[in-house]
Nanobody, 125 residues
Framework: QVQLVESGGGLVQPGGSLRLSCAAS????????MGWFRQAPGKQRELVAY???????????SVKGRFTISRDTATDNAKNTVYLQMNSLKPEDTAVYLC???????????????WGQGTQVTVSS
């Protein structure tokens, strides 16, 4: 199985910055996409940033120009990590942030679609 471990959440004042990390492990052969989602209390989960292996990186309109998704990908599992740099944070960015990674793993190169456990980001003065 492919496991994702997130880190980097916390409490920050409006205008501040945080960097989230999500490390994927589990005999990954290929990563096809990496992304970040968030879910605020009482709201549906929404896409924050999405980075396919080929194609254009997409951001939610609400975070464009403030958030940046990046990744290290390699056959070495330790380098299958996706980051979310969040700048100029606003109270409305408060949510649980979850990473998502899709690809193939194992000798049989089976498809996987894995989620992190979520990390809380709170923007408040």
């Amino acid at each position: 199985q492919v496991q994702l471990v997130e880190s980097g959440g916390g409490l920050v004042q409006p205008g501040g910055s945080l960097r989230l990390s999500c490390a994927a492990s589990g005999n990954i052969v290929r990563v096809n996409s990496m992304g970040w989602f968030r879910q605020a209390p009482g709201k549906q989960r929404e896409l924050v940033a999405y980075m396919p292996l080929f194609g254009t990186t997409n951001y939610a309109d609400s975070v464009k120009g403030r958030f940046t998704i990046s990744r290290d990908t390699a056959t070495d599992n330790a380098k299958n990590t996706v980051y979310l740099q969040m700048n100029s944070l606003k109270p409305e960015d408060t949510a649980v942030y979850l990473c998502n990674v899709r690809g193939q793993h194992g000798i049989l190169q089976r498809d996987f679609d894995s989620w992190g456990q979520g990390t809380q980001v709170t923007v408040s003065s």
